[in-house]
């Protein structure tokens, strides 16, 4: 492991034995290991302290109190603590899990505070330098070497790899090809691809801003990793973006084979169970931010997530439209986090046997929708088409077929499209806040929903779980002409 340790973090664990003798003690405890980090002035280490506003004085100052100052010793080989040799090894596991071939300064920092019960841990949380907040700053710096993604503006669209993936190309000279790391999930059959790095760095803007620079500036980015060859119509992307304000663990970005989600529920689910798998969160409750509003998760015990969502409605309550090649068909538009026309008498087998006849069904009635100019609030596009019938299952009050906007249909039941179903069923009087509603999709996964009236409005909560099944590295070679993946322009 030592010859992975960059030049810089041997040096500190040689000031972290020479604190040891100078303290008088015969082993290198994880202050030490803390003092020499601090004394290796420009680490990246203490470039991230430096960011998240903790003086190495101070921490330096916090130390020396807790410390006894015994007579100093001169041997120079002095031995690690069991808990320094164990912040060692999380450190090597904080590089791989960053896709870093070498162990520097700033995963000997992520590993004394994911130990977190030495006396380093606890000054370093006394000073609320958290795991969380500590990982996404080390990600940040990462992606920013070498490029101005932070710019609000959009400059012209690159041409070509360099100008698309300067970041990536940045890391290919030191490695071998440009590489992203993502790991895949389902939600109820419905994937989800966590972009864990390599992605662009999109600011510290509003979400919407940093939404607006990814569609303008990096696009391709989007296709290269949920469309065809390497995902597939019904993949969903997340992008863990820099959230504005402290009270969220993170941002996040939805993405799919033609465009962007304001808020995507099962994919919520996804990356809080991905999250999970990374060791980046625990079990209770966080928020996280997406560009249509913050959402409350709780990762259970269980390992199933419950999203409490933005505040969905009915807007529209029975919109009739003529569609071709079906007559006239009448539904409710209601918004979940995304735009849905929500149909229940439309003599359709919601099967998986009849997939392709209630795609064409649906897409007639985007089409419809569109051409008669019916939209959601102020002109949203309502690109989410949902048809409802009983449910075959005992104890699941409705199955559901949901149009996605690429023309894909939800393995799951949809986060926002259940969210929608639910503000209806209030607007109807037919569900209470606090009753469950169970929700099952065309492949027969459930979603169980319920909601909260505040304040007049209905917030859904969705429950659901989802399973880790891929992590990769997907490779941008400059040389194949399908690099971006198979776009529709
Ligand atoms: O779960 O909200 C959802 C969703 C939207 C599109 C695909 N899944």
Not at 59 to 70: A, L, M, Q, Y
Not at 374 to 402: C, K, M, W, Y
Request: hydrophobic share 40%.
């Amino acid at each position: 492991m030592w010859q992975r340790f960059t030049e810089r973090a041997r040096r500190v664990v040689f000031f972290a034995q020479q604190e040891a003798g100078r303290l008088g003690e015969s082993f290198v405890s994880t202050e030490h290991l803390l003092l020499g980090l601090i004394k290796e002035k420009d680490s990246v280490a203490a470039r991230i302290l430096d960011r998240m506003g903790v003086s190495l004085g101070r921490i330096r100052s916090e130390i020396e109190r807790s410390v006894t100052h015994n007579v100093g010793r001169q041997e120079q080989d002095i031995q690690l603590t069991p808990r320094t040799k164990r912040v060692i090894d999380l450190a090597y596991d904080e590089a791989r899990l960053l896709t870093n071939d070498y162990i520097g300064t700033e995963h000997l920092l992520l590993g004394l505070i994911r130990e977190g019960e030495g006396l380093a841990g606890r000054v370093l949380a006394k000073l609320g330098i958290t795991l969380e907040r500590t990982r996404a700053e080390v990600l940040a710096l990462m992606d920013s070497h070498g490029s101005a993604h932070a710019s609000k503006t959009s400059p012209p669209k690159p041409t070509t790899l360099r100008e698309s993936l300067p970041w990536l190309y940045d890391k290919a000279v030191a490695t071998t090809k440009p590489k992203i790391h993502v790991i895949d999930s389902h939600t109820g059959g419905e994937p989800t691809r966590l972009v864990v790095s390599g992605a662009p760095n999109l600011g510290t803007g509003s979400l919407v801003d940093q939404l607006t620079l990814f569609r303008d500036r990096y696009d391709q980015f989007r296709s290269a990793i949920v469309n065809e060859p390497r995902g597939s119509e019904a993949m969903v992307g997340a992008l863990l973006v820099a959230a504005t304000t402290e009270e969220c663990v993170t941002g996040v970005l939805f993405f799919n084979n033609v465009g962007y989600l304001g808020m995507c529920g099962h994919g919520m689910i996804g990356v809080v169970s991905t999250l999970s798998y990374l060791n980046l969160l625990q079990p209770g409750e966080h928020k996280i931010e997406t560009p249509v509003g913050i959402v409350t998760v709780i990762l259970h015990d269980t390992g199933e997530v419950s999203v409490t969502n933005v505040p969905a409605y009915r807007y529209q309550e029975r919109v009739s439209v003529e569609v071709e090649g079906i007559g006239t068909t009448t539904g409710d538009i209601a918004y979940g986090g995304n735009w849905f026309y929500l149909v229940e008498g439309h003599r359709q087998e919601l099967t998986m046997q009849n997939i392709e006849g209630l795609t064409d069904f649906t897409w007639r009635i985007r089409q419809a929708l569109a051409a008669n100019g019916i939209t959601g609030a102020d002109g949203q596009e309502i690109d989410h088409i949902e048809l409802f019938a009983p449910s075959p299952t005992e104890g699941v009050n409705s199955r559901n077929f949901v149009l996605c906007p690429g023309k894909a249909y939800d393995r799951s039941p949809c986060g926002t499209g259940t969210s929608a179903k639910l503000a209806c069923l209030v607007a109807d009087g037919k569900l209470q806040p606090g009753e469950v509603w169970k929700q099952e999709s065309v492949t027969g996964s459930v979603f169980e929903g319920s909601v909260a009236i505040v304040d007049g409005q209905v917030i859904p909560t969705i429950k659901g779980r989802a399973h880790i099944n891929s992590e990769a590295f997907l490779l941008l070679d400059p040389a194949d002409p399908l690099c971006w993946g198979i776009r529709e322009e």
